[in-house]
Nanobody
């Protein structure tokens, strides 16, 4: 199975930017659909963005559309989440996930914390 490790989280001021990375190992990365999710304290985990195997098709939640961009580099086995115009409500643990089919995410990383202060 694929192993996922996120990085790039941190503390940023409102309006700032961060770029998260998720490095994959263990299986052929290009076989997987990839996604980013987040979970804030006391809240359920929510979908943020998804990308298909070749990076052509991307999907976003309404709350981040226009501010966040998901991308992938299959040569580097890495998926990215560029986050711009960050808001305090974006504060959460961010997790990347992998799916073999139908965006049925079965493999998860440990997460990276993003804190947006006002």
């Amino acid at each position: 199975q694929v192993q996922l490790v996120e990085s790039g989280g941190g503390v940023v001021l409102t309006g700032g930017s961060l770029r998260l990375s998720c490095a994959a190992s263990g299986r052929t990365f290009s076989n997987y659909q990839m996604g980013w999710f987040r979970q804030a304290p006391g809240k359920e985990r929510e979908f943020v963005a998804g990308i298909n195997r070749n990076g052509i098709s991307t999907y976003y939640s309404d709350s981040v559309k226009g501010r966040f961009t998901i991308s992938r580099d299959n040569a580097k086995n890495t998926v990215y989440l560029q986050m711009n115009s960050l808001k305090p409500e974006d504060t959460a643990g961010y997790f990347c996930a992998a799916a073999l089919t139908n965006y049925d995410y079965k493999y998860w990383g440990q997460g990276t914390q993003v804190t947006v202060s006002s």
